[in-house]
């Protein structure tokens, strides 16, 4: 898997997560989570417009770090 990082398909498919969410079924919200020890999933996070929200744990991930979008954020930066 690693001959596919940093081509941008993480991006990609995250951003297409969100258009989903948004567009088809009319979220209010969407949270993303990454562990702390994750950088790069965390940088995904952010470059699709997410912001922090908390750190908690999560399944399996003691530190992990919680990221969020709402809707009318989210359509707003699409125009």
Known sequence: FQSKWGKGYATESAQAS???GFRTFSLP???GRSAIAN???IRVLEKIGMTYWK????KGIAEAV???IDRNTYLDTEK
Do not use: N
């Open 66 to 68: 919680y990221y969020r």
């Open 39 to 41: 950088p790069p999933s």
């Open 18 to 20: 969100l258009d989903l």
């Open 55 to 58: 750190h908690d744990g999560c």
């Open 29 to 31: 919200y969407i949270v």
